[in-house]
Every structure is written in C-alpha cells, then in structure tokens.
C-alpha cells in the first residue's frame, strides 16, 4: 500500500473535520477524493503531508510513518495546493527550476525535468513572462509544473482545476494522465465530478470528514438503486397511465412535469421496453426517448442526499 490512513480524527476546536477517516490507496492509483465544500478534503491532505496535527489516527507513505521531520519521504510528494504559490520577481521558467532545485542538484537533469513540466502543462510560449502577466489558468497551470517537475513518486493535488477555464482544465486533466502513466501515484480532490469520473481509478466520497463510499466508478454505480433512468418528452398522460407506469416492475420513481415523463428504474434490462410497450397498447403517442446510466452524480445524490455543487 502506497498510502495508509487509519481512523483519523482532526477537530477545530468543537468542530469534528475528520471523523475516522480511512483512506488506503495503492501505487499506481489516480484516486480521486470527491466531497462538498467543507467536506474535509483539505484537511484530510494537510494531515496526510503532516502539515497540520491531528487528534487521532495513523498515516504511513511508502510503508513509513509519516512526520513533520520526514523528509525523506517529502522528497518523494509532489504537493499541488488550491492556492497558487509561485514567486513574481522570477519568470515561468525560473520558477519550475526553482522548485526543480529543491530536490535535483544535477544542472543538466533539471534542465530535462524543467523543459518536460513545461511541455506538458502547456506553458513553452510563456517561459520568460513573470507570474503578474498569466491569465488564472496558465497561473494555475505554473503551479502544478512546480509541484509535479521533480517527478515524485506520490502526487497529491488540492482542487487544481477551481476557476479554471476549459482549455487549461483539459491540459491539466491530460498532464495528470501523463503523469500518471509516467509512473505517478495522484491523490486528486474535487468537487467536479465529471472530471473525477474522467480521470480516476478509484474515488471515495467524503462528507462531514467521513467516507461514504469508495471503489470504481462502476463499484460506486452498482451500490445505488438507480440502475438507468428512462426520459419521455412530450407524452400526454392521464392519472391512470401514470399510476399504470408506477407499479411497472423495478420503477422507482416517476416525475411528471409539461408534457415530460422521467423515470428511474432498479438496474433491469427490459425497462425501456417495459414502457414503450405500454405507451404502445394505450396507443399514446410521445416525442424523444432517450435512457441514461446512473452518473456519478446520481450515486452522490443517492449517498449523502445532497446536490455535490449545493
Ligand atoms: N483552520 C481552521 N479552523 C477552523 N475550522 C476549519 C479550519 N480549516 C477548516 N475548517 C473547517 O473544517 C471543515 C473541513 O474543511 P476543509 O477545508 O478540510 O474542507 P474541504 O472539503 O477541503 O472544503 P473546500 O472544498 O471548500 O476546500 C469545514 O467545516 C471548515 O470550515
């Protein structure tokens, strides 16, 4: 196990943040932390990297505890936090080396890893501009070459996408990939669950400093009782036809509102068929058709009764 978290307890003062927190995360992983504003992810992270102290609890890297004074193992992390922490007396360029520095003595290594992080974060035609002069993203961007140049074994970023535009958001999200397949352990937290779906071998949901749930994507979908949902536009119905459609086997749920019916069905195979049939013998006409898979969202929705982005 790369990284082991065990029953971890952090309070502010009344407040409970971590509440037994267990998080165990294998090499090669891109694991994503999905959980609300407030949800305890940051300070799950901080805790994590012995930045902050916690009441309860352990935390091994690379099968060693986990210290302030570990450095040996720091050596090894890549941190990319939410806020941007770049210098702005130096350019693009002489920041990543800065950074690079910390950990590669060699000058021509660290002109490779300097020249590769600036490749692949996007950032060749803006080396020589100081941090004052890059648009949020290309600044967000800066900050992960600066984490992430030396190459660590364990990369851990901290929402590296909030308030990012689509063409950053995309090379990140291709960057962590690489990375990846580069060889890098990625702890990921977020509160898109688009991009966690995109990106992640495994994620945990976390709320109220908790793990709700955690597995694949797919582990996560079969653990709700959504299994697909069926949406028919413009369809009149009566109060029969609805009350027909509801005791159809594995429905759930039926919403309908103007003309559009949506219903969500336990996973079955024969659920479209089901009411298209139906409709069919009534002889009621309806518009588009379409059925969805459970999303990520749903399984959210389902586990903590809650909207991620509320
Ligand atoms: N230094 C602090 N002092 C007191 N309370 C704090 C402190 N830092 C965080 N908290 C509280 O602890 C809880 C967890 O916060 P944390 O920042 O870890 O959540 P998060 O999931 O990272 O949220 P976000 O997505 O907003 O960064 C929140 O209720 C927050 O208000």
Known sequence: MLV???????R???????????LD?????????LGPNGSGKTTAINCLLALLKYDKGTITIFGKDMKPDSYDIKQDIGVVMQNVAVFEQMSVYENIDYFC???????????????EAIAFTGLSDFRKMRPKKLSGGLLRR????????????????DEPTVAVDPQSRNKILEGI???????????????YMEEVEQICTRIAIIDHGRVLASGTTEELKKMIKTGETITIEAVALTKNNLADIRSLSHVFDLSYQDQTMI????GAKHNL??????????????????????TLNDVFLEITGKELRD
């Open 101 to 115: 520095g910390l950990y590669v003595r060699d000058k021509q290594k660290r002109r490779e890893l300097v020249e």
């Open 177 to 191: 990939l690489e990375l990846n397949r580069q060889g890098s352990t990625i702890i990921y937290t977020s509160h």
């Open 12 to 22: 502010y003062g009344d407040l409970l943040a971590l509440d037994h927190l267990s």
């Open 25 to 33: 995360i294998e090499e090669g992983e891109i694991f994503g932390l």
């Open 273 to 294: 068929i089901r009411v298209l049939n139906y409709l069919q013998e009534q002889d009621i006409p309806f518009g588009r058709v379409f059925s969805e898979l459970p």
């Open 142 to 157: 800066l900050n992960i070459a600066c984490g992430i140049v030396h190459k660590p074994r364990l990369i851990i970023m």
């Open 4 to 10: 082991h978290i065990e029953n971890l307890v952090k």
């Open 263 to 266: 219903l969500r069905c336990s």
